[in-house]
């Protein structure tokens, strides 16, 4: 086998281990967050988190993220997009699932590194 060929079959089982533990969350995230671990292992990345949820969820998806985060938030789109900025963990993204149709993201951690990522089409 190829190296190409190699590096495509395990980069294809990443994926699929993604949409396996954590099918809601944008994959470009979950990239930029495992590689800044690494680069930097003691310190936790700071994010602007959107959390998109289903309709009726406002009071759940309020108190869970105040609760998760211990950051206040700010609420759109008839209570179903709610957005954060927080620390974040591959623990943290796992946790994130009470009626959850997609998380995103935006670093903002430091000036000059920011990668912006927007929603895949994952619903």
Known sequence: MSEVVEIKDQFLELQQKYWQYLPKVDPALID????????????????????FTKPGLNVEVR????????????????????????????????????????VTDEFTGGLGNHRRHRQASRK
Request: charged share 20%; aromatic share 8%; hydrophobic share 40%.
């Open 32 to 51: 930029d967050l495992l590689l800044r671990q690494m680069e930097n292992p003691n310190v936790v990345p700071m994010y602007l988190v959107e959390v």
């Open 63 to 102: 108190s869970y993220i105040i609760g998760k985060t211990g950051m206040s938030l700010a609420i759109y789109d008839n209570y179903t997009h709610y957005v954060t900025n927080q620390k974040l963990t591959l623990e943290m993204l796992r946790d994130i699932r009470l009626g959850v149709i997609e």
